[in-house]
T-cell receptor, first 113, second 113 residues
């Protein structure tokens, strides 16, 4: 089945220790998104790629970086995680740019100790 | 920018009864309105969407209605079942290159036995 896969599902890191979350997709979609979701809140968009074009939301902290080496994979790097970065990180894909239907992965739950 | 208001924040209904969740949006240029269901520990799943050129769309037990004049849209779930218990997010977008989907804050739906 075509899908969006995120690894790991649960990640524990220490305060200030860099961490990388990964996302892969078999849908062959051009657009990939990274969202941060905190408890009882809506997903908050961090950035997105349209093919290799990278778009950063204005309020995404510099601490968050992303890489998309090819169509299938996208990575979220958190350079120096703080306690406030503990959240669910969601990857999503879309066949078209500009707020069309999005398909989410299961998420990675990040804990910062 | 677009703002999406969602009500209620929590909804409890008896199994077998209907549930209605309402959203309003601010930007009259928005033309795409998806609904996502998020179960505990999972990513949001697109369950139904509607474009601004139609007023109603139905898929089995779920339906969405759109009133462009009033700028509001609603999700209707009939004959609710225990597996309908989840958080539901409405969203809106303009589906152009520079746009993104704007989520409501979510409704936690409890189906009571």
């Amino acid at each position: 089945d075509a899908m969006v896969i995120q690894n790991p599902r649960y990640q524990v890191t220490q305060f200030g220790k860099p961490v990388t979350l990964s996302c892969s997709q078999t849908l062959n979609h051009n657009v990939m998104y990274w969202y941060q979701q905190k408890s009882s809140q809506a997903p908050k968009l961090l950035f997105h790629y349209y093919d290799k074009d990278f778009n950063n939301e204005a309020d995404t902290p510099d601490n968050f970086q992303s890489r998309r080496p090819n169509t299938s994979f996208c990575f979220l790097d958190i350079r120096s995680p703080g306690l406030g970065d503990a959240a669910m990180y969601l990857c999503a894909t879309s066949p078209e740019i500009g707020g069309g239907e999005q398909y989410f992965g299961p998420g990675t739950r990040l804990t910062v100790t | 920018g677009e703002n999406v208001e969602q009500h209620p924040s929590t909804l409890s209904v008896q199994e077998g009864d209907s549930a209605v969740i309402k959203c309003t949006y601010s930007d009259s240029a928005s033309n795409y309105f998806p609904w996502y269901k998020q179960e505990l520990g999972k990513g949001p799943q697109l369950i139904i969407d509607i474009r601004s050129n139609v007023g109603e769309k139905k898929d089995q037990r779920i339906a969405v209605t759109l009133n462009k004049t009033a700028k509001h849209f609603s999700l209707h779930i009939t004959e609710t079942q225990p597996e309908d218990s989840a958080v539901y997010f409405c969203a809106a977008s303009k589906r152009n290159r520079d746009d993104k989907i704007i989520f409501g804050k979510g409704t936690r739906l409890h189906i009571l036995p």
